[in-house]
């Protein structure tokens, strides 16, 4: 079956613009990460879903971060008046059920200018 | 403190040698979880390996296994017969417990080390 796939792959952008990433999981995972991994870091947690509601957001960095699952399957990563800093590549994970491994996506490598 | 330390940025390895790639983690939980995953050059993040840590055996899995050492609090990854397509960046990462509140299901990783094989 598929994998978790994430959309765009690479995605450059300028200096203030806002931008969505999406992130399609596992068909039938209800819980659903996201993760920001630095150049020469490990991957830092921004958000958990379980189904549509985020359970913890505790890991997003500022309120320019926001992400969505209106439907418990498809997300979004929403950054608004991007940084520099925000520069990073952002993994999606889905597991079948909280606790359980987590699968990845592949991930959007972003680029602000 | 750092919840999840990988104190090897780089290691190196012959072909066919068996490599381990050290890991030490700081909980108060009593439930959790220990992961690691292998990172080739292409990005992706690939599951190697789980321990609970209520497991009393050692986790494997093929040629990867889990040293796990509770009191020490440590989860080294052992590889045996390495061979080149192991050369990647690996990562350790710790779930916390449910108990511990929000933030209960996210894996936390190190900074990880980068496994080269050498034919």
């Known amino acids: 079956g598929a994998g978790v796939s994430q959309t765009p792959s690479n995605k450059v952008t300028e200096k203030g613009k806002y931008v969505e990433l999406r992130c399609d999981p596992i068909s039938g995972h209800t819980a659903l990460y996201w993760y920001r991994q630095s150049l020469g870091q490990g991957p830092e947690f921004l958000i958990y879903?379980?189904?549509?509601?985020?359970?913890?957001d505790s890991g997003l960095p500022n309120d320019r971060f926001f992400a969505v699952r209106p439907e418990g399957s498809v997300s979004t990563l929403k950054i608004q008046r991007t940084e520099r800093g925000d520069s990073a590549v952002y993994l999606c994970?889905?597991?079948?059920?909280?606790?359980?491994?987590?699968?990845f996506g592949p991930g959007t490598r972003l680029t602000v200018l | 403190a750092q919840k999840i330390t990988q104190t090897q940025p780089g290691m190196f390895v012959q072909e066919k040698e068996a490599v381990t790639l050290d890991c030490t983690y700081d909980?108060?939980?009593?439930?959790?979880?220990l992961f690691w995953y292998k990172q080739p050059s292409s990005g992706e993040m690939i599951f190697l390996i789980y321990q609970g840590s209520y497991d009393e055996q050692n986790a494997t899995e093929g040629r990867y296994s889990l040293n796990f050492q509770k009191a020490r609090k440590s989860a080294n990854l052992v590889i045996s017969a390495s061979q080149l397509g192991d050369s990647a960046m690996y990562f350790c990462?710790?779930?916390?417990?449910?108990?511990?509140?929000?933030?209960?299901?996210?894996?936390?990783f190190g900074k990880g080390t980068k496994l080269s094989v050498i034919p």
């Open positions: 994970a889905s597991s079948p059920t909280t606790g359980n491994e987590q699968f």
């Open positions: 879903f379980q189904g549509t509601g985020a359970a913890d």
């Open positions: 990462a710790m779930r916390e417990g449910p108990s511990s509140g929000a933030g209960s299901y996210q894996l936390t």
């Open positions: 909980t108060s939980d009593q439930s959790y979880g």
